[in-house]
């Protein structure tokens, strides 16, 4: 494994987001200690960590959020010499709990991540309008441009926020746990989507997400958060190891092999019918 806190090599080709030395302290706590990363151009790489590690906060750094010390730059600019309006047609996010203001339609709602590309006072435009009719296409929500935000049930509502950011068309997506809300089949939706994107257009991902399984399947690199700082980093593989998940989520787990894809499952502790922990058999135990 790579030595955690070192920047990654980037294949080559042009670095999308880098992070030297960030560290965030919100209300008197420290939250991030001097992370160093860099995302490649391109490049999916997904944030792990238990509850309370720092992943929501290092995309809020990214996205100029909250003040850090360190330095953030996106495509060899300071994210702090990015006007909002410069930082919005760079960066995209789609935060973990989103603000859906009342009385809103899903089509206006998605149609605001457009504003970037717009005048201060220009209307939306074709290519505006062909820009949210495609996202919501893609994502199989057509039928909700008409709804009101309110209305939405949790799946629904998450599906509307990733269109509004994927409406953006900026080359950086940042995904707060973007599948928390959705069944299994709108998850594999959304994720391949995102995965198309990043073939066809040469998006970036920056992703946190706690479904370990799934980010493996879909990360080219990981970078795992334990108490603000970085803990390990490289390919799912490397990082995804039984050793390393035990550690830092303070729980057993097995990690299979499916050709080349990780499967990692979470092994309870045996519970009598009465809540009573037993011993198993000797020729039941787990292999």
Partial sequence: MRTPTSVPPDGGGAAAVVLRDVSVRLGGRSVLRHVTTTVPAGCWMTVVGANGAGKSTLLRAVMGLVAHEGSVSVHGTPSSALSPRERARRLALVPQTPVLAPGMTVGTYVLLGRMAHMGPFARESSTDLRAVTGVLQR?????????????????????????????????????????????????????????????????????????????????????????????????????????????????????????????????????????????????????
């Fill in 139 to 287: 994502l199989g929500a057509t039928e909700l441009a008409p709804r009101q935000l309110t209305t939405l049930s949790g799946g629904e509502a998450q599906r509307v926020v990733i269109a509004r950011a994927l409406a953006q068309h900026a080359p950086v997506l940042l995904l707060d746990e973007p599948t928390g809300s959705l069944d299994i089949g709108h998850q594999l939706e959304v994720l391949d989507l995102v995965e198309e994107l990043r073939h066809e257009v040469g998006l970036t991902v920056l992703c946190t997400m706690h479904d370990l399984t799934l980010a493996g399947q879909y990360a080219d690199q990981m970078l795992l958060l334990a108490d603000g700082e970085v803990a390990a980093f490289g390919t799912p593989a490397e990082v995804l190891t039984e050793a390393t998940l035990s550690k830092h989520y303070r729980a057993t787990v097995r990690v299979l092999h499916d050709g080349d894809r990780l499967i990692v499952v979470p092994i309870r502790s045996r519970v009598g019918h009465c809540g009573t922990a037993h011993e198993a058999p000797a020729d039941q135990e787990d292999t």
